[in-house]
């Protein structure tokens, strides 16, 4: 009895060691593959619905746009949300700024958003704190307080590369994406400072710290993930379209030398951003397509980490299969 009994443990430790997310794909980026695709999931939005993107810099190109995105919006009934940045474009360049809301107001106006769908920005009045499980760099996550008047969130992500974390999808827009201007701050200094300090922010001494940097990004994905699991729920998609080398958060983003992939929905955000970067890796360089540039980002930046580490705290799998939905 007591050896059959350790065969069966053994068997579930088995199991669930080769256990693999399912992350569905489609090559079709338009309105209605979005909305196949959510539908995929089988995970419906409930209650009050946040759908978080980033409505992009003033000047950048690169965002996901209005017109792809509004038949899912309208779908789950939901609220585009978005917070501030941590820091300003210089100079002459406030008209695309997104560090304070009268600024970011205007970029989401420009760039087409009040046209279609209510928006909130979540950290415009204030900001609160959230549990953090793995506390080795944040104590806690310093996110939009209006994160508190939803109940389900919709994680709407562009893949493309990132200056300082190699890449953005799933985990950079559930971290830094919902993170406060302070919260971001607090990411990005691996815990340092915890009110922004604009001065300071950029200095080694803040941020000199990457991998514990790439750590908070994690830890911060996993305390909103946590955050809406004790609610309705959170899912999560990946659209890999436009990609430069830089984040829609950069002004002038590098041009873009990658062709548009698809699109990519998991209920784990960690398979998911383990697939859009395998997925990169396995591009091939012709004459209108080369993910050199991207793939060098991601590497010098240890971008990966971020994916490992978030494994490692128990947020998701690296483990996945890849499951088509075009016919």
Known sequence: MKKSFLTIITLLVAVTATAQSKVYVTRDISPESLVRIYKMLGVPAKGRVAVKISTGE???????KP??????????DGTIVECNTAYGSGPGNERDERNTSANHWKVIERHG??????????????????PVKDQKNIKYDIVGGHI?????????????????GGYGGALKNLSIGCASSNGKAYIHSAG??????MGKLWTPEYIG????????????????????????????????????????????PAPVKLEDYGILASTDPVALDQACVDIINQQKVTATNDPTDLLNRINKQHGIHTIEWAEKIGLGSRN?????IDQ
Request: hydrophobic residues 45%; glycine residues 4%.
């Open 58 to 64: 003033g000047s950048n190109p690169n965002y996901l």
């Open 67 to 76: 017109e792809l995105i509004k038949d899912l919006v309208l779908e789950v």
């Open 113 to 130: 958003f009040l046209k279609y769908f209510p928006v909130d920005i979540m950290d415009e009045y204030d900001e609160i704190r959230i």
């Open 148 to 164: 508190a008047n939803y109940d389900f969130m919709v994680l709407l992500s562009h893949f493309k590369g990132h200056p300082m």
């Open 192 to 197: 340092k400072m915890e009110k922004l300090d």
């Open 209 to 252: 710290n990457q991998d514990g940097f790439l750590e908070s990004m994690a830890a911060a994905a996993q305390a909103v993930v946590n955050y809406f699991e004790r609610q309705q729920g959170i899912i999560f998609i990946s659209v890999m379209n436009n990609m430069s080398i830089d984040c829609d958060c950069v002004d002038h």
């Open 320 to 324: 996945y299969s890849l499951i088509s």
